[in-house]
């Protein structure tokens, strides 16, 4: 039998386990419009009373991040009063509302495969109701695995929750696939794919959301959450059961010496640090990577590619494949040279599309390879590496705010590129046409790559093996020389 004092594998892995669906359904959700867009597109272009636009059909595709925002910039709040646990069960029942309102936004007030503006209206509320929830999990799920694990294994576990986003984008890349190939025969699809088809893939998302707020209501409040409460027993029996009684005793002493003023400014610490960890945000969506996955099909499309959800989907399973990388040799090593390194790849593949936009002849496979080259370099980088940044650079008295303020700024972003990639995409000038806008959106995200490495290179502290006590003390170390 194991002894109680003991560390226990187990409850450590099943705890985080829970935490990342909800990183799992952070990608299902943001990833499902990736095809549903053009089916909701078609359905809301037959209406009589509003023009659909590509302007806005990009808001429309894009609603949910605003949602993420105020997600975001609420999960400190929410985070330091009601705590890691209860935000995340809120995070939950959020993401199943919206999924159940984004099938059936006519509920109660309109009528049943009429577009008009007012549901239009109504889609994009749910949508932004989710969207909240993912604003919450993205902020929220990163800190709480933090939290809880051991400082060498706290790289490692906070990238299986970027694996889980990976995982729930392939996941619903491929309900999408099977939605849309179940009536492929039928001679009706486009009409189907209009009325039904997009409303199938939004309400598929219930399942995985009414698991994870039942599920997350089995897991433990974080230990150094518990300590902030004034909760030290409790505090210690978490930390207990992760690392055995020895070593829960002297982190709980670490914590409590980090956490005696809970009142701290958000700039306590100095302005550095906040703006690190923002820019760090920043150019995780500056550089394009959501533009391409929300509209993955549209791009293969665009490329000649005849099955493109097919290839949407085998580029899920690529991703998925290179966040693993990352999993597996982020504690080997580090974090600063993973950025790096998939900075300088994304910008090679963001530049090699760019080009075979206006090299005459090129053939169709190489834009192909190098959208999935930069794909893949973003998922052994800046997907889990940023989330693993953002969860242990703030000492643990700003925590709540600096992390908030930092995924606030991502979603932001996030939003910004989202909504404005269609229009850029689709620019045309003189001969070149079309092919201007293609060349002109990926050489953008190329050139912002390569400043996202110097950044990175010149600012960014290695956390490898540090706890987060040992951050907290970096950056104190940091402002007392500064005012010496």
Not at 310 to 339: D, Q, S
Request: positive net charge; contains cysteine.
């Amino acid at each position: 039998m194991k002894n109680s004092n003991s560390p226990n594998p187990l409850y450590l892995g099943s705890i985080v386990l829970v935490a990342v669906i909800g990183g799992l359904l952070f990608g299902y959700d943001t990833a499902v419009i990736s095809g549903a867009e053009k089916g909701l597109q078609a359905f809301f272009q037959g209406a009589s009373d509003f023009n659909y636009t590509d302007a806005v059909h990009g808001f429309t595709t894009s609603s949910a991040l605003i949602g993420c925002i105020i997600g975001a910039f609420l999960s400190g709040l929410m985070a330091s009063k009601l705590g890691r646990k209860k935000s995340l069960f809120i995070a939950g029942i959020l993401f199943f509302l919206s999924a159940l309102g984004s099938f059936a936004p006519e509920f109660l007030f309109f009528e049943k495969n009429v577009p008009t503006l007012g549901l239009l209206v109504a889609f994009n509320l749910y949508r932004v109701l989710g969207g909240i929830g993912v604003g919450l999990a993205s902020a929220l799920c990163p800190m709480y695995i933090a939290e809880v694990a051991p400082a060498n294994k706290r790289g490692m576990l906070v990238s299986w929750n970027q694996f889980a986003i990976i995982f729930g984008q392939l996941v619903v890349y491929f309900v999408n696939f099977l939605i849309v190939h179940a009536h492929a025969n039928d001679p009706a699809i486009v009409e189907w794919t209009t009325k039904v088809g997009w409303r199938m893939m939004f309400v598929s998302e219930c399942v995985p959301a009414g698991l994870f707020a039942l599920l997350i209501l089995l897991v433990p409040e974080t230990p150094r959450y518990l300590v902030l409460s004034g909760q030290d027993d409790k505090a210690l029996g978490v930390l207990t059961k992760i690392n055995g009684l020895g070593k829960a005793k002297e982190i709980l002493s670490e914590i409590k010496a980090t956490t005696v003023e809970k009142t701290e400014k958000i700039f306590a610490y100095g302005f550095i640090v906040v703006f690190i960890g923002c820019m760090l945000s920043v150019f995780q969506q500056a550089i394009g990577i959501n533009a391409v996955l929300y509209f993955a099909p549209r791009i293969f499309e665009s490329m000649g590619v005849s099955n493109n959800m097919l290839f949407t989907v085998i580029m899920g399973v690529i991703n998925i494949t290179f966040t693993l990388v990352a999993v597996f040799t982020v504690e080997k090593l580090g974090r600063k040279p993973l950025l790096i390194t998939g900075s300088l790849g994304m910008a090679l593949g963001a530049l090699g599309v760019a080009l075979s936009n206006v090299v005459a002849g090129m053939p169709a496979v190489i834009p192909v390879i190098s959208i999935m080259l930069y794909s893949a370099c973003f998922m052994f980088s800046w997907g889990p590496i940023c989330w693993v940044y953002i969860s242990e650079l703030f000492p643990n008295t700003i925590r709540s705010q600096a992390t908030a303020i930092a995924v606030a700024f991502q979603w932001i972003f996030n939003f910004i590129v989202s909504s404005t990639f269609v229009p850029m995409y689709n620019m045309k000038l003189g001969a070149m046409g079309d092919s201007f806008g293609h060349f002109f959106a990926y050489a953008l995200y190329g050139v912002i790559c390569i400043i996202a490495a110097i950044f990175v290179w010149k600012l960014v502290p290695e956390t490898k093996g540090k706890t987060l006590e040992d951050m907290t003390k970096l950056w104190r170390d940091r402002q007392a020389k500064k005012k010496a």
